[in-house]
């Protein structure tokens, strides 16, 4: 033989990536949907509320930001991968974007922080519920 065995043969011509570092952020927004109800326009006159909305509204707010780092592919630092009979490389360690990860060993992927999951959206009370016969039958008819 050549005294080349075959895992060297598929180690060499290896093309990897060095890398290079990147911010991920994580942020966090919360969603407030507005929706006015059926007496909104007699909030002020029988309650002397002021400000309320009679139009639907959505809005969003950043409740937190994370940052960490990763590494990811250097496009400009791609090497291939030649072998000579002074180096003994029988494996090469890269991710699904080519980025080496380790040589001769099994790399570790860096774990991701855990997605933010919301809670199920609770139904919300029907106004009607809290209202006695007076105001729903006062509600229906026009004197």
């Given at each position: 033989?050549?005294?080349?065995?075959?895992?060297?043969?598929?180690v060499?011509g290896t093309?990897y990536?060095?890398p290079?570092?990147?911010?991920?952020?994580?942020?966090k927004?919360?969603?407030t949907?507005?929706?006015?109800?059926?007496?909104?326009?007699?909030a002020?006159?029988?309650?002397?509320?002021k400000?309320?909305?009679?139009h639907?509204a959505?809005?969003?707010r950043?409740v937190d930001?994370?940052?960490?780092?990763?590494?990811v592919?250097?496009?400009?630092?791609q090497f291939?991968?030649?072998?000579?009979?002074?180096v003994s490389i029988?494996e090469?360690d890269?991710d699904e974007?080519?980025l080496?990860?380790?040589i001769?060993a099994?790399?570790r992927?860096?774990?991701?922080?855990e997605r933010?999951?919301?809670a199920?959206?609770?139904?919300?009370p029907n106004?009607n519920?809290?209202?006695?016969e007076d105001?729903?039958s006062?509600?229906?008819?026009d004197?």
């Open positions: 033989g050549m005294g080349v065995s075959l895992a060297q043969q598929t060499a093309t990536f060095l290079k570092t990147a911010l991920r952020f994580a942020v927004v919360e969603k949907t507005y929706t006015p109800g059926q007496f909104a326009m007699y002020f006159r029988y309650m002397k509320k400000d309320v909305a009679l639907p959505e809005t969003y950043v930001i994370r940052m960490n780092t990763i590494g592919p250097d496009s400009t630092k291939t991968l030649n072998l000579d009979k002074k029988s090469v890269r974007s080519g080496l990860l380790a001769n099994k790399g992927q860096v774990a991701l922080p933010f999951v919301p199920p959206k609770q139904p919300q106004p519920d809290y209202m006695n105001i729903l006062a509600g229906s008819t004197g």
